[in-house]
């Protein structure tokens, strides 16, 4: 009887890690998302992710910003719904670029659920939202 358990829990071992290394080799190892303008902004850019083993590497960059110094962040939500409190924050964009190594974070992890990437007007107009990508392949 106790042998049997154990066969029966290694088969159904064997039967779920597969599906697991599976749904983990499907993420792909680099996304890149268009930022769209927002609220008349006409500032738009690119976000590129990039997974380097358990680390993320994110490269922003934008076009025709509007302010220098703005904040950006990977919100929960899409960019029509957004959870305002910001997940993973960035440096803010200077020079129409920001960079960020978010460590223990994956690719996979962002699209499991739906994520966005959002950049702020300014430090004190953090308020009004210029540009945003949803995080979808
Ligand atoms: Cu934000």
Do not use: W
Request: aromatic share 4%; charged share 15%.
């Amino acid at each position: 009887m106790k042998r049997f358990s154990i066969l029966a829990l290694a088969a159904a071992l064997c039967g779920a890690v597969p599906a697991i290394v599976l749904a983990q080799a499907s993420a792909p190892d680099h996304v890149t998302i268009a930022l769209n303008a927002l609220n008349d902004s006409g500032e738009t850019g690119t976000a590129t992710l990039q997974q380097a083993g358990p680390d993320l590497l994110v490269f922003v960059r934008m076009k025709d910003t509007v302010a220098d110094n703005q904040p950006v962040h990977i919100h929960e939500g899409t960019c029509a719904k957004l959870n305002p409190k910001p997940q993973y924050p960035f440096p803010n964009i200077t020079a129409r670029r920001s960079q960020v190594k978010l460590r223990n974070v994956t690719i996979a992890s962002l699209l499991a659920t739906p994520h966005a990437i959002n950049v702020h007007r300014s430090t004190t107009q953090a308020g009004i939202y210029v540009a945003c990508g949803d995080i979808k392949t």
